[in-house]
């Protein structure tokens, strides 16, 4: 418990968020102090059950809407970090995420597709994913590492559903303003 008590007492100067709001929230994006709580817990490696505890702190964060956690959240559910293996989860936490143009969650649930894990398989949405995940990411490791993957599921589609899976990521991108 006084582990706990520490953690989110760091996470929320971390945060920025050491005022709270009339409502006795700390300041802040809702979830914030959280998602810096399971950000510590993740990479605490020396803390007795960081994986586990950094899931619950995630899954706080996420269930008020914050994107990073969403993601991490599905991250750990993709690869039972934490959590068991769950890939209907995964899907679930990184759509939510994907949805607000959160580029690893992007890239995350087009592996999912891809994979046929927790979704049946689909290459359009695969690929349409990886093409907003690559829009939504700045140039470096990780958007080469999205080029590759994109060029792999490209070659499993036939002209016509390449053209409509970049149709629907133009389509995607296009409603989200500013998400991509």
């Known amino acids: 418990m006084r582990n706990s008590i520490l953690i989110l007492a760091a996470a929320l100067a971390?945060?920025?968020?050491?005022?709270?709001?009339?409502?006795?929230?700390?300041?802040?994006?809702?979830?914030?102090?959280?998602?810096q709580a399971g950000v510590l817990y993740s990479k605490g490696r020396r803390l007795p059950g960081h994986y586990v505890k950094?899931?619950?702190?995630?899954?706080?964060?996420?269930?008020?809407?914050?994107?990073?956690?969403?993601?991490?959240?599905?991250?750990?559910?993709?690869?039972g970090q934490g959590v068991g293996r769950d890939y209907a989860q995964a899907v679930k936490w990184n759509r939510m995420a994907a949805e607000q143009g959160f580029a690893p969650a992007q890239f995350n649930l087009?592996?999912?597709?891809?994979?046929?894990?927790?979704?049946?398989?689909?290459?359009?949405?695969?690929y349409m994913w990886l093409n907003v995940a690559a829009a939504n990411s700045r140039p470096g490791r990780f958007r080469d590492q999205i080029a590759e993957e994109r060029a792999t599921a490209a070659r499993r589609l036939s002209p016509e559903r390449l053209q409509i899976a970049r149709?629907?990521?133009?389509?995607?991108l296009a409603v989200h303003p500013g998400l991509g």
């Open 14 to 35: 971390l945060a920025g968020c050491a005022s709270a709001d009339s409502g006795g929230r700390p300041a802040g994006p809702p979830g914030q102090a959280e998602f």
């Open 54 to 79: 950094a899931a619950r702190w995630y899954h706080e964060a996420a269930t008020l809407g914050h994107a990073g956690a969403q993601g991490q959240l599905g991250f750990m559910y993709q690869t």
């Open 110 to 126: 087009a592996l999912l597709y891809g994979e046929g894990r927790g979704v049946p398989r689909d290459d359009v949405q695969a």
């Open 167 to 172: 149709h629907m990521a133009e389509r995607w």
